[in-house]
């Protein structure tokens, strides 16, 4: 009895020392961001606390070289947003088509988005750059938003799911004289909450974190996203890291507020995708 006591408590003890240095990062980015700007850097844990560091990211920065910070939190959102609705519809749809719809080469298709999804995404940059560029959608917020429209990740995702769904339930409502597209809203989708979940998380912090490609369409200072302006920080104001470490919490605050509101239906969602 004693023996198996000892045996809890070291787990207990492993585990919250794993925890600790998960959390601990994130831990000392918000106290940074709080902390007086004389200690930011040069002590682990501040002793003085202030809100200089947002006050000097929501107004801009220095005069001399301001910054749009909340145009870019705001841009970020929109980008976000639109970007996560447009993959979650198209990948909705396609998989209704691809689990449930009988049609001449729904194989071949199936076995090409699995093909696709082991194509490193940085060798269709360039092309799909000249596309944006050619059709003038450069530097707007289309040409962030209407490359990211399909994702072969959610179309994967909702296809083994809508294929777990019985086929009476959708035989039923044809039946009943439903179109395929009203099967899919009103009963597909009603029916897979947990897993739309899940997409949606993993997608919206995907576009949320997305830098590389933002980087590359947007050349003005009043589309640039939240992670560019980030970015760019690191050249003139690489002498702030007070204001670094705000911006880093700023960045995080959609995710986690996603993830709390969403929790429940995350762990349902989990518990299919590891089965």
């Known amino acids: ?5 000892k045996g809890l408590t070291g787990r207990y003890i492993i585990a919250f020392a794993l925890l600790t240095v998960m ?6 980015m918000v106290l940074s961001s709080f902390a007086d700007w004389s200690q930011v850097d040069k002590q682990i844990i501040p002793t003085k ?9 929501f107004l801009g920065g220095e005069a001399a070289m301001p910054r749009p910070w909340l145009r870019a939190f705001f841009n970020s959102l929109i980008v976000s947003a639109g970007s996560t ?8 749809m396609v998989a209704y088509a691809l689990a449930k719809m009988n049609f001449k080469g729904r194989d071949f298709i199936n076995n090409a988005v699995l093909f696709q999804m082991f194509f490193p995404a940085i060798i269709l940059l360039i092309p799909t750059f000249l596309i944006v560029q050619n059709v003038g959608m450069y530097d707007t917020y289309m040409a962030m938003i209407l490359p990211k429209a399909l994702s072969l990740w959610a179309v994967f995702m909702y296809t083994n799911f809508f294929r777990a769904i019985p086929d009476t339930f959708i035989e039923a409502a044809k039946l009943d004289g439903g179109s395929n597209f009203q099967i899919l809203i009103r009963i597909v989708l009603p029916m897979s909450k947990s897993i739309t979940t899940v997409i949606f998380l993993f997608l919206f912090m995907e576009r949320w974190t997305e830098l590389l490609w933002d980087m590359i369409v947007v050349r003005s200072d009043e589309m640039l996203t939240l992670n560019v302006l980030l970015s760019q920080m690191f050249g003139p104001y690489g002498g702030y890291p007070g204001p670094l470490y705000a911006a880093s919490v700023v960045l995080t605050i959609p995710i986690i507020i996603l993830f709390l509101f969403f929790s429940k239906q995350f762990k349902e969602g989990m518990q299919f995708t590891l089965k």
């Open 49 to 57: 606390f202030t809100l200089r560091s947002y006050e000097w990211l």
């Open 85 to 92: 609705a447009l993959m979650m519809i198209t990948g909705a």
């Open 23 to 28: 959390v601990f990062p994130y831990l000392y």
């Open 1 to 5: 009895m004693v023996g198996s006591n």
